[in-house]
C-alpha cells in the first residue's frame, strides 16, 4: 500500500524535494547557533562518539549528566562516527530529517484523505515554514522529534487495528517510535499521551493495554540509569521554580503555576500559534496583546479545531497532541515565544489548510447553491505569507557574529591556544565557550551572595573567569557584583573593546584562605 502510494506520487514528492534542496542551500548557515543548547548537543554527542559514554565532558570529573534526554545526541553521535567531527554535517543530517519527515507526512496525509493535492498542498506549506528552517540549520533537536513523530503515526496508520496488536510489528514500531520521542525531548510524552486519548474514545482496549506496558519498557532503561546515577529531573526541578535563572525567587506556588498557565496559553493563542503558521506578521512578544491579536489568534484556533475535526481519521489523536503540547507549554516557566510549538507546526498546518478548504467549498455551495469544487493548490498563495522571512534566514547565515559574540569567542581562541589542558574556566555559557577554548569550563553560582559564588569557583578549581556582555541578566546580578566586590581576587589578563569583554585570573588559593569551609 506504501510502496505503491510513493510510486503513484513520485511526482509531488519530487516537488517536495526540489523545494527542500532550493530553501536547504538559500538558508543553510555554516555558523555555530549562539543559542548554547546547541553546543550542549554537540559535546554530548562527541562524549558517545568518544567512548565516554552520556557525560559532560566540559567537566574535569566527566560526570554523568542528564541535562538533556539522550534521543537527539545518539543520531548525532552515529553521524559523527561516520562523518567525523564538525558541525557542517550535523546541520545536513538536521535538513535531512526535515525532509524526510514532510515525505513521510505527505504520504500519511494522502492515505488519510485520498486526495493528492490537498495532502500536498499541507506538506509544501509546512515545508517552506520559517521556523521549521529556522531549527533545520542549528544542531537543535526539533526536526529528528518531528521525523519520529511522523514515523509514528505512520507505522500506527499502517497498523491493522483489527488484528490483535502483539502479532503486528508494525505497531510495536510505532510505539518504539513514540517512546523515542520522549527520549530526544521530554515534550514527547504528548505523542504518546494523545494516543491513549484516541485508544480510550476509540474503546481499543487490547492496543491500550499493550500500548502502555511497552512503551513504559522502552522508558525504562534512561529512567533507570538516571536513578543509578542519582540524577533528578531538571525539567520538574525548574518547572516548580518561579524563574529558573532567578533562584532568589523560589518556588512556584500553585497560583503561580495557574497565572502561568493562563498568561502562557493565552500567549500561545494570540502570539505564537499565528506567528508559527503566518510567519510575515513578525509578532513581537514584548508588547502586550491586541484586540486585533486576541481575534485573530481565536479565528486561526477555531480554524484549526475545524480543520483537525474534517480528518477522517486520527481527530483526536492530532487535537489531543495539539491540546496536550499547549498544556504542557503552558506550564513551562520560560516558555520561549513559538519555539516550543516548532514540533506541531505541520499539524497545526493540517487544521488550518483542511479548515479553509472545506470552508471555501461550503461558502461555494452557499452562494452558487451547487456542489462546491475548489482546488486546494489555491492555497499555496498562504507560501506569500511566509517565505519573505526566508531572507531573514539567508541573511543571517551569511552574516558575521556580533561583535560581543565575536569577542568571547576571540578570547576562547586564546585560551585554547595558550592555556594548559587541564585548565578550568568559568563563564555564562560554558558549552558555547567549549567549542571555541577546547577547555573545561563551568558556570558561576546564581546567587547574589559574592561569598558563596566565589565558593564555589574554588570548589570547582577555576583557573579563568570570562566577563562577557553577552546580554544576559545573570552578569549584572550576580558574576560582576561579586567581581566588584572582590577585586584582589582577579587580574585582568584580556581585555577586549566594543564591547568590553574581560578574562580574569582567578586567585584561587587566595580565595580559600578568604573564605574557607565552614
Not at 521549521?132 to 526536526?143: C, N, W
Not at 536513578?227 to 523560589?250: D, H, K, T
Not at 496559553?265 to 506578521?281: H, R
Request: proline share 5%.
Amino acid at each position: 500500500m506504501h510502496k505503491s502510494a510513493i510510486k503513484n506520487n513520485w511526482l509531488y514528492i519530487g516537488i517536495l524535494l526540489i523545494v527542500f534542496i532550493i530553501s536547504f542551500i538559500y538558508i543553510f548557515d555554516p555558523k555555530i547557533d549562539l543559542n548554547g543548547d546547541n553546543c550542549t548537543y554537540y559535546l554530548l554527542a562527541k562524549s558517545i562518539a568518544s567512548g565516554k559514554g552520556f557525560v559532560d565532558i566540559t567537566s574535569p570529573a566527566l560526570s554523568p549528566t542528564n541535562i538533556f534526554p539522550p534521543g537527539y545526541p545518539l543520531l548525532m553521535a552515529v553521524n559523527m562516527i561516520i562523518t567525523g567531527p564538525g558541525i557542517i554535517s550535523q546541520k545536513i543530517m538536521n535538513g535531512l530529517f526535515l525532509i524526510i519527515a514532510i515525505i513521510i507526512l505527505y504520504i500519511l496525509l494522502n492515505h488519510l484523505l485520498n486526495h493528492k493535492q490537498l495532502a500536498f498542498t499541507i506538506s509544501c506549506i509546512s515545508l517552506i515554514n520559517f521556523y521549521l528552517y529556522k531549527f533545520a540549520k542549528m544542531m537543535m533537536s526539533e526536526m529528528s522529534f518531528l521525523l519520529f513523530s511522523c514515523l509514528a503515526l505512520y507505522f500506527y496508520n499502517a497498523t491493522d487495528e483489527d488484528q490483535k496488536p502483539w502479532k503486528n510489528y508494525k505497531f510495536y514500531l510505532s510505539i518504539f517510535c513514540m517512546a523515542y520521542i520522549f527520549h530526544i525531548r521530554t515534550q514527547g510524552v504528548t505523542l504518546f499521551l494523545s494516543l491513549i486519548l484516541y485508544l480510550l474514545i476509540s474503546k481499543k482496549w487490547r492496543h491500550l493495554l499493550t500500548a502502555i506496558p511497552t512503551y513504559l519498557l522502552f522508558l525504562a532503561p534512561w529512567m533507570i540509569r538516571n536513578r543509578i546515577r542519582g540524577l533528578s529531573n531538571r525539567y520538574l526541578r525548574e518547572l516548580l521554580e518561579v524563574n529558573p535563572w532567578r533562584p532568589e525567587e523560589g518556588s512556584a506556588s500553585i497560583f503561580d503555576l495557574f497565572k502561568r498557565l493562563i498568561d502562557n496559553v493565552t500567549m500561545l493563542v494570540t502570539k505564537a500559534i499565528p506567528d508559527s503558521l503566518l510567519p510575515a506578521i513578525n509578532l513581537n512578544y514584548d508588547q502586550p496583546v491586541s484586540v486585533g491579536l486576541v481575534l485573530l489568534g481565536i479565528v486561526i484556533l477555531t480554524i484549526v479545531i475545524y480543520g483537525i475535526f474534517k480528518l477522517p481519521k486520527f481527530k483526536f489523536l492530532i487535537l489531543g497532541y495539539i491540546v496536550a503540547n499547549i498544556i504542557i507549554i503552558g506550564f513551562w516557566s520560560a516558555p520561549g515565544g513559538n519555539r516550543y510549538l516548532t514540533t506541531i507546526i505541520p499539524f497545526l498546518y493540517i487544521g488550518l489548510i483542511l479548515g479553509l478548504y472545506h470552508g471555501a467549498i461550503h461558502l461555494i455551495r452557499y452562494w452558487k447553491k451547487t456542489a462546491g469544487q475548489f482546488s486546494p493548490l489555491w492555497l499555496l498563495s498562504i507560501s506569500l505569507l511566509i517565505l519573505p522571512r526566508l531572507v531573514e534566514l539567508h541573511q543571517s547565515a551569511r552574516a558575521s557574529y556580533p561583535s560581543n559574540y565575536y569577542n568571547y569567542f576571540l578570547i576562547g581562541a586564546e585560551i585554547n591556544k595558550k592555556m594548559p589542558p587541564n585548565t578550568v574556566v568559568c563563564c555564562r555559557k560554558p558549552y558555547l565557550f567549549y567549542m571555541f577554548g577546547n577547555r573545561y569550563s563551568c558556570k558561576y553560582l546564581f546567587t547574589q551572595d559574592d561569598k558563596q559564588l566565589i565558593k564555589k569557583m574554588v570548589k570547582d578549581n577555576v583557573d579563568y573567569v570570562i566577563l562577557d556582555q553577552l546580554g544576559f541578566s545573570s552578569t549584572a546580578l550576580y558574576l560582576y557584583p561579586a567581581i566588584l566586590k572582590n577585586k584582589e581576587l582577579f587580574a585582568v589578563v584580556i581585555h577586549l573593546k566594543n564591547p568590553d569583554t574581560m578574562l580574569f585570573k582567578f586567585d584561587r588559593e587566595q580565595a580559600r584562605r578568604l573564605f574557607p569551609d565552614s
